[in-house]
């Protein structure tokens, strides 16, 4: 199978009136069909740019980004997620989901059955008539997902997703998340937490510091089904994949003056 997405030769910098800030590359990597990619790397080296250029936000200043064989397009073919959930707060649960199936070009009559169906995904059955500030931020982070699903892509990006949330809330979020890259679906997800990466990537890669650039990549071979979360947090495999991550990403450090994580 073709790969989803595809970065070759690729660098980015941001014009800004002191010159050009490099923030990637030179980079090559591709994302696989069914893939859960987790990037992690150390603040600034470029993992919200290399998503912004899988989505199309950014063009690259050097080499190709492909996703699905073409430039990417803005608003099209990519699900994204960002750290905050960024509803529409006049809007209820539904409402929302409601707008992303029009969106989409979902046919109106079969939006009820699809909106559904993605609040059940996403474990938030009934809650369609809530108002976004009636639900919890965990809950309002799980209808941005439903919502970036909406028009079934075969790329969901997620940006630090879970970050302003408490421990146990992630926690379970990791849980749910976890099985959606698979038939037809791949994730590429950026976080600072090596935990969160080990547990959900079945691919973690480690950026150097800005401009980042591949340090590591990491197949993660722990079990994706049969094994409890906490089976699978607490198995020797995990602790020895979250070492090394965490070696990788502490070597990245090693060249900055002062303490920045
Ligand atoms: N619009 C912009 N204009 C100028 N420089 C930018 C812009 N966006 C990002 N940068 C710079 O590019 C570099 C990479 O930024 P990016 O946000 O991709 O890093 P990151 O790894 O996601 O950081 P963090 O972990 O802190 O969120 C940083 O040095 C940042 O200051």
Request: aromatic share 4%; no cysteine.
């Amino acid at each position: 199978m073709p790969d989803v997405a595809e970065l070759s030769g690729v660098e980015h910098s941001y014009r800004t009136k002191e010159g050009p800030v490099p923030a990637l590359g030179p980079l090559d990597l591709a994302v696989r069909p069914g893939e859960f990619l987790v990037v992690v790397g150390p603040s600034g080296s470029g993992k919200s740019t290399l998503l912004r250029l899988l989505a199309g936000f950014e063009r690259p200043s050097t080499g190709d980004v492909t996703l699905l064989g073409h430039p990417p397009v803005p608003g099209r073919e990519v699900g994204v997620v960002f750290q905050q959930p960024r509803l529409f707060p006049w809007n209820t649960v539904g409402g929302n989901i409601a707008t992303a199936l029009k969106w989409a070009k979902v046919p109106k009559p079969d939006r009820p059955a699809r909106a559904a169906e993605l609040l059940s995904l996403v474990g938030l059955d009934g809650l369609g008539p809530r108002r976004t500030w009636e639900i919890s931020g965990g809950q309002q982070q799980r209808v941005a997902i439903a919502r970036a699903l909406a028009a079934r892509p075969r790329l969901l990006l997620m940006d630090e997703p879970f970050a302003a949330l408490d421990a146990l809330t992630r926690e379970r979020l990791q849980e749910d998340v976890r099985p959606l890259a698979g038939d037809g679906r791949s994730v590429v997800f950026v976080t600072h937490s090596v935990d969160e990466a080990v547990f959900l990537g079945s691919r973690v890669i480690v950026l150097t510091d800005r401009p980042g650039r591949i340090a590591l990549s990491l197949p993660v071979d722990l079990p994706r089904e049969g094994l409890s979360a906490d089976e699978l947090r607490g198995s020797p495999r995990f602790a020895a994949l979250r070492g090394e991550v965490s070696a990788a990403v502490r070597a990245t450090l090693s060249t900055r003056p002062g303490l920045m994580v």
